[in-house]
């Protein structure tokens, strides 16, 4: 077993320790939920950057930017401009002091609007919650040097991940983010340098990439490249600004000043980290192009032989095709294509059997090009190892962090707008946090399955799909709706809570149902060529304010708690 792997093994027997030590301290739901109210704002800081930055932006958006290049940069600055309009809601929610988003929602909309709410953010989180374990899987491969299985990797993490929150809730989320919040940053900083280095310098990734990859808009964006910028621009922006992982920490704040102050050095925390990121990935993608092309091809030839499109005897002559075609359009330059035709050739002689072809795994899998990145700089004296264990070491505490994360959020949901609001009001605290942890286990079990059956299948699995739907399903049903509760007094129940619905059943359609059942229309992924994010926040943003418009105006008693009177 590698050193790296012993070197995280023991970093998680420790947190392990550390968050049994600390799961005796849970005595109420409030504790489970929201730590007792009681993070400092040290503590905020870096649970909020570990809330956001997750195997979305190590994996999916690494997986992007080796891809695309710069323009990927498109994918997290909505959150940035998110997290800026946030900074002006913190403190009002800290001062509202609840626990889920679907207490904010039934104040202004109804029991109905809570229910509706709740049971959405439960499907986009547990989603979110499976490409967690996915990216874990593909870490712990990576470290293994194959070893370790993806599969066997995905349920080491999903074991971990469901442990650490059915251990000690909020408490050990926020107190285990804070050194994984510590690593991540040090990670970054210090290895960039280092991946550029390995590159062959700053001029590299010029030279060896694409000229798309310095493009403001990359081809890779599909049928209409500007629109599908501004797509990916509009999902992170409205899942940030209504994402209830980060309303539960505004809510475990001790006051709402540190909740703001948190948030301010949270737009810092989190737009270094994820450029470093892309930075990386773009550099490593330079100094292995040519093995992440071997990759595709290969992967594609698997696709094809099994859909019986290209028979074996013909899979020489389809990869020759395959790379000429890359050629004219510019992906490779006339060097890399001579390296890549032989790669292809060494790797094609030694198979006779569909059975042969289908077990290759050459080449870099782009959604692993961090950690190849960090495999790299090891090699470069102690300064390197230290930045490659830094950087592996990231990898992993961004999994556990946002897997635990997301797995806290949707059980509250359960516990607080399901179980406590319909069913039993008045269970005891005991039987709560009981309940609570069963539920860990049961959506944690939920959220390895969605990922488990696509594995044994053999499916195809893109982390960067799988955080696009979620976000867009997310931000088009939750957000819209959220703000106005918070900031727009003319919203009425009507208009909220056709928002919700109207939003989330759009973006169901153009996510799930139209690319399965009707693929003949789908351009560039998407339903006509159009991000389905654009017609699904039209339906929503539409319905809330026709509607509210439409409809009797609130009360002030009716918004009374989240707009007082102010008295002079």
């Given at each position: 077993m590698s050193l790296y792997l012993w070197i995280i093994l023991v970093y998680l027997l420790i947190l392990t320790g550390f968050n049994f030590y600390r799961s005796k301290k849970i005595k109420s739901q409030d504790d489970f939920?929201?730590?007792?109210?009681?993070?400092?704002?040290?503590?905020?800081?870096?649970?909020?950057?570990?809330?956001?930055?997750?195997?979305?932006?190590?994996?999916?958006?690494?997986?992007?930017?080796?891809?695309?290049?710069?323009?990927?940069?498109?994918?997290?600055?909505?959150?940035?401009?998110?997290?800026?309009?946030?900074?002006?809601?913190?403190?009002?929610?800290?001062?509202?002091?609840?626990?889920?988003?679907?207490?904010?929602?039934?104040?202004r909309y109804g029991k109905l609007a809570r229910l509706v709410g709740a049971i959405m953010i439960i499907i986009a989180f547990t989603t979110i919650v499976s490409y967690q374990f996915r990216?874990?899987?593909?870490?712990?491969?990576?470290?293994?040097?194959?070893?370790?299985?993806?599969?066997l990797g995905q349920f080491l993490a999903a074991f971990f991940v469901i442990t650490f929150t059915f251990l000690g809730g909020m408490v050990a989320v926020a107190h285990t983010d804070l050194p994984n919040g510590i690593i991540i940053l040090l990670a970054c900083c210090i290895a960039v340098p280092l991946v550029v280095l390995f590159?062959?310098?700053?001029?590299?990734?010029?030279?060896?990439?694409?000229?798309?990859?310095?493009?403001?808009?990359?081809k890779d964006f599909g049928e209409y490249p500007a629109l599908k910028a501004g797509g990916y621009f509009l999902?992170?922006?409205?899942?940030?600004?209504?994402?209830?992982?980060?309303?539960?920490?505004?809510?475990?704040?001790?006051?709402?000043?540190?909740?703001?102050?948190?948030?301010?050095?949270?737009?810092?925390?989190?737009?270094?980290?994820?450029?470093?990121?892309?930075?990386?990935?773009?550099?490593?993608?330079?100094?292995?192009?040519?093995?992440?092309?071997?990759?595709?091809?290969?992967?594609a030839l698997q696709g094809e032989v099994r859909n019986r499109t290209v028979a074996m005897s013909e899979v020489q002559n389809r990869a020759d095709a395959m790379i000429a075609s890359l050629s004219s359009e510019g992906s490779l330059k006339p060097g890399q294509a001579i390296q890549l035709t032989e790669k292809i050739h060494a790797d094609l002689q030694r198979v006779s059997t569909e059975e042969e072809l289908f077990g290759k795994r050459e080449g870099v899998d782009p959604a692993a090009i961090v950690l190849k990145a960090a495999e790299d700089i090891s090699s470069y004296t102690i300064l390197g190892f230290l930045a490659g264990v830094?950087?592996?070491?990231?990898?992993?505490?961004?999994?556990?962090?946002?897997?635990?994360?997301?797995?806290?959020?949707?059980?509250?949901?359960i516990m607080r707008d399901i179980y406590g609001r319909f069913i039993d009001e008045g269970a005891s605290e005991r039987k709560k946090i009981i309940l609570q942890k069963a539920f860990v286990i049961l959506v944690g079990v939920c959220a390895f399955l969605m990922i488990f059956i696509p594995t044994l299948m053999g499916s195809k699995i893109s982390v960067l799909r799988y955080a696009y739907m979620a976000y867009t399903m997310y931000g088009v049903a939750i957000t819209p709706a959220?703000?106005?509760?918070?900031?727009?007094?003319?919203?009425?129940?009507a208009g909220g809570l056709s928002s919700i619905i109207g939003g989330g059943l759009t973006a169901f359609m153009l996510e799930l149902v139209i690319p399965n059942l009707f693929p003949e229309v789908m351009?560039?992924?998407?339903?006509?060529?159009?991000?389905?994010?654009?017609?699904?926040?039209?339906?929503?943003?539409?319905?809330?304010?026709?509607?509210?418009?439409?409809?009797?105006?609130?009360?002030?008693?009716?918004?009374?708690?989240?707009?007082?009177?102010?008295?002079f």
């Open positions: 939920m929201v730590a007792g109210r009681k993070l400092s704002m040290n503590i905020l800081v870096f649970t909020l950057i570990c809330t956001w930055i997750g195997s979305g932006t190590f994996i999916a958006g690494a997986e992007y930017a080796a891809y695309a290049g710069w323009s990927s940069l498109w994918l997290p600055a909505g959150a940035w401009f998110g997290i800026l309009i946030i900074y002006f809601l913190a403190g009002k929610i800290r001062t509202f002091g609840q626990y889920t988003i679907g207490d904010i929602l039934e104040v990216a874990g899987g593909l870490i712990l491969n990576i470290l293994t040097g194959g070893q370790i299985s993806v599969a590159s062959g310098g700053v001029d590299s990734a010029a030279q060896n990439l694409p000229t798309t990859h310095m493009a403001l808009f990359a999902a992170t922006l409205l899942l940030l600004m209504g994402i209830q992982s980060m309303y539960q920490k505004f809510y475990s704040a001790r006051t709402p000043r540190e909740a703001r102050q948190a948030t301010a050095l949270w737009i810092f925390g989190t737009i270094i980290v994820e450029v470093v990121v892309v930075a990386i990935a773009i550099y490593s993608a330079s100094s292995h192009w040519v093995e992440i092309k071997e990759f595709e091809i290969i992967r830094l950087l592996l070491g990231a990898a992993c505490a961004v999994v556990i962090s946002t897997g635990m994360n997301y797995l806290l959020s949707p059980t509250t949901n959220l703000l106005a509760a918070l900031a727009w007094k003319r919203a009425t129940k351009k560039g992924g998407d339903p006509w060529g159009i991000p389905g994010i654009y017609i699904s926040a039209a339906v929503s943003i539409g319905c809330l304010i026709i509607i509210s418009l439409l409809t009797k105006a609130p009360s002030q008693e009716e918004i009374e708690e989240l707009f007082p009177k102010i008295s």
